[in-house]
């Protein structure tokens, strides 16, 4: 069974850094492209960040570009993202999501992980 | 970017008619492969999204038959045929033909 587990989130100051994680089972991770996605409370959804399954490609959402880095290790089956300089406006539940291999479909997502900026 | 923009359903819908949900892309979402990059989503009230269709009109594993996506280029329909209460939930258009990828700004369905 594909299982996405993301942590590390949390309540943080303004400007602070946070580091999440996704742990991924039930599949072979080191073929699979990975997607961070966040939700603010109430709102939509909102893409941030893709890798590729090598690591290779790696594209940002203009809103964390220069903030934000993701990165993935393959032998330990884990997605990061890597938050810094947090603002109000990153207050979000976090999803990490797998796409499929030519589709690009998003096929399985975590439950989320929340992030709080606040002071 | 490309803009995604979805309708809004005249909701609540009654249970076992049949609901359609549209999606505007700014711009064309078919690749040189002739494929159009379009998923559409299901996110139910405390759960993360479910990944519906994919290559605008391709069910993904284990979703009914429901459920099927339509379109062109750049308008998008997903028909949901004899709705259920749990077909309830806000449903995402989302374009990845190329980045940053964007969604749109989800479509509310009530069933009565």
């Known amino acids: 069974e594909v299982q996405l587990v993301e942590s590390g989130g949390g309540l943080v100051q303004p400007g602070r850094s946070l580091k999440l994680s996704c742990l991924a089972s039930?599949?072979?991770?080191?073929?699979?492209?990975m997607n961070w996605i966040r939700q603010a409370p109430g709102k939509g959804l909102e893409w941030v960040a893709s890798?590729?399954?090598?690591?290779?490609?790696?594209y940002y959402a203009d809103t964390v570009k220069g903030r934000f880095t993701i990165s993935r290790d393959n032998a330990k089956n884990t997605l990061y993202l890597q938050m810094t300089s947090l603002r109000s406006e990153d207050t979000a539940l976090y999803y990490c999501?797998?796409?499929?291999?030519?589709?690009?479909?998003?096929?399985?997502w975590g439950q989320g992980v929340m992030v709080t900026v606040s002071s | 970017d490309i803009v995604m923009t979805q309708g809004v359903l005249p909701n609540p819908v009654p249970s076992g008619e049949s609901a359609s949900i549209t999606c505007r892309s700014s711009?064309?979402?078919?690749?040189?492969?002739?494929?159009?990059?379009l998923n559409w989503f299901l996110q139910r009230p405390g759960q993360s999204p479910q990944l519906l269709t994919y290559?605008?009109?391709t069910r993904a594993s284990g979703v009914s038959d429901r459920f099927s996506g339509s379109g062109s280029g750049t308008y998008f329909t997903l028909k949901i045929s004899r709705v259920r209460a749990e077909d309830a939930g806000v449903y995402y258009c989302?374009?990845?033909?190329?980045?940053?990828?964007?969604f749109g700004s989800g479509t509310k369905l009530e069933i009565k």
């Open positions: 039930g599949f072979t991770f080191s073929n699979y492209g």
């Open positions: 290559w605008m009109s």
């Open positions: 989302q374009q990845v033909r190329e980045y940053p990828r964007t």
């Open positions: 999501a797998r796409h499929d291999v030519g589709s690009y479909g998003f096929d399985y």
């Open positions: 890798i590729s399954s090598s690591s290779s490609y790696i």
């Open positions: 711009k064309s979402l078919v690749y040189k492969d002739g494929k159009t990059y």
